[in-house]
């Protein structure tokens, strides 16, 4: 065949979410449970500043790290609610979306065969995008018993000389879970104790129920230099089409 894929896509499973999605397409009556898509609608302000801004011709190139004005609004928002100190200038990086975020945060930091724990069951994509780095997926059980929530103890029982990298996804896609303080601080020795590194999918953050407080790793001391967050305006704002993210790390990883 003249024109055929990869060997390293070809590896690459198809997200059995995105299956589901375009076989339920036209539908009628279904209840999707499929994408991570808010039912209310994006706020009438964010709509208005939108239509504001194109009517303007703010549309051109920015900065690789984004609207320097956007970063500081993060940086006051990561201080406020997060307990995260980022500087606008340096430790905050606006993306494509939480995806391109999740990708750039694996390609720039896995090699090849380096082992990559990834939360089970967890998001689809972490498998995907450790692949396409040349990185080895390696599960970690999310067990019933502790409310599905990611423990350092069965975190341990995976690590080898191998291991680069612990993802976490708090709150969880697709169980719901939210890590207790408490085991972020128990995660956080853990990673600080064998030099990892950790990528902390936080999309989810102000989706929390029933007394859950969320909490985030790279508050605690000695987590911003070696933790990408990830965050998003996707599932807070009900913006998933309009492919705003954000990666907020230590000033190192960041550039």
Do not use: W
């Not at 051109?60 to 956007?70: C, H, P």
């Not at 750039?104 to 090699?111: G, K, Q």
């Amino acid at each position: 065949m003249l024109v055929s894929p990869s060997r390293r896509v070809e590896g690459i499973p198809r997200s059995g979410i995105r299956e589901i999605f375009d076989l339920a397409r036209g539908v009628p009556d279904l209840v999707h449970l499929e994408l991570g898509e808010p039912d209310f609608r994006i706020p009438d302000h964010a709509t208005d500043a939108a239509i504001q801004a194109l009517s303007e011709g703010f549309t051109k190139y920015t900065t690789n790290a984004g609207i320097e004005d956007l970063r500081q609004a993060i940086s006051e928002k990561l201080k406020r609610e997060n307990e995260i100190d980022a500087d606008s200038n340096g430790e905050i990086m606006v993306t494509a979306g939480a995806m391109e975020a999740l990708s750039l945060s694996i390609l720039c930091t896995v090699d090849q065969g380096d082992e990559v724990l990834i939360p089970d069951p967890g998001y689809v994509s972490y498998v995907a995008h450790v692949l396409l780095a040349g990185g080895v997926p390696k599960f970690v059980p999310l067990r019933e018993q502790n409310d599905f929530r990611m423990r350092a103890e069965d975190i341990e029982n995976h690590l080898t000389k191998k291991t680069r990298m612990i993802i976490i996804n708090s709150p969880s896609n697709p169980t719901g879970a939210v890590e207790l303080l408490e085991d972020l601080k128990s995660i956080a020795d853990l990673a600080q104790k064998h030099d990892l590194l950790v990528l902390s999918d936080e999309p989810y953050e102000r989706l929390v129920y029933k007394g859950n407080v969320h909490h985030s790793i790279a508050a605690l001391p000695g987590m911003l230099e070696r933790t990408v967050s990830i965050f998003s305006f996707s599932k807070t704002y009900a913006m998933t089409g309009m492919r705003i993210g954000y990666i907020a790390s230590g000033r190192e990883l960041v550039q």
